[in-house]
């Protein structure tokens, strides 16, 4: 069966400590993707990535960076974690096809006090 | 602009009763998917049902079906004969397919809250 996982259910950081949350998928899928999720938004996408080493740029960036060296391992960032930081964060990964889902991890909780 | 807006934050159901679920997008792209997932309170994220733009046939999925409106850009979701565990938050999306290679990514709507009744 398809298997994305999050390193971390929840995770509680300070203000400004650089944060990972790592994603490791199993499918063997080219495509990896970070989104966050909170409240009344719905999800909105940070970074995805299509191939090892390549990243594209999602609706909402700032404040993040990726970074994707082995095809199974798509690692976010926060360079110094802000409290407006504090979401869910899904991981997800698919393969080529306009058809083909998304398959999430069970996300990370992350709360930046 | 919304690519994909659900205008129903919330909605109520009794038990074995037929609900739907609203989903209108935006694209000029003439190739395109639409998926529908549902997110218990648990948190993960299921996959229920797709459609693609040049699918004749709407999708069904056992008690999933998608009420898809080409030309009123709709992609509505039909639970049948709902359940208590029907309940959750379910969110409609889209990927656009054109630019094929780096552009796999899904856009979703705000979501919609289904709460089902006894």
């Known amino acids: 069966d398809v298997k994305v996982t999050q390193s971390s259910r929840y995770l509680v950081k300070r203000t400004g400590e650089k944060v990972f949350l790592e994603c490791v998928q199993d499918m063997d899928h080219e495509n990896m993707f970070w989104y966050r999720q909170d409240p009344g938004l719905g999800l909105r996408l940070i970074y995805f990535s299509y191939d090892v080493k390549m990243k594209e740029k999602g609706d909402i960036p700032e404040g993040y960076s990726v970074s994707r060296e082995k095809k199974e391992r798509f690692s976010l960032i926060l360079e110094s974690a802000s409290t407006n930081q504090t979401s869910m964060y899904l991981c997800?990964?698919?393969?080529?096809?306009?058809?083909?889902?998304?398959?999430f991890g069970n996300g990370t909780r992350l709360t930046v006090t | 602009a919304q690519k994909i807006t659900q205008t129903q934050p919330g909605m109520f159901v009794q038990e074995k009763e037929a609900v739907t679920l609203d989903c209108t997008y935006d694209t000029s792209d003439p190739s395109y998917g639409l998926f529908w997932y549902k997110q218990p309170s648990s948190g993960e994220m299921i996959f229920l049902i797709y459609q693609g733009s040049y699918d004749q046939q709407n999708a069904t999925e056992g008690r999933y079906s998608l009420n898809f409106q080409k030309a009123r850009k709709s992609a509505n979701l039909v639970i049948s004969a709902s359940q208590l565990g029907d309940s959750a938050m379910y969110f409609c999306?889209?990927?656009?397919?054109?630019?094929?290679?780096?552009?796999?990514?899904?856009?979703f709507g705000k979501g919609t809250l289904l709460t089902v009744n006894p």
């Open positions: 999306a889209m990927r656009e397919g054109s630019l094929g290679g780096s552009n796999y990514k899904l856009t």
């Open positions: 997800a990964g698919t393969t080529t096809g306009l058809g083909s889902p998304l398959h």
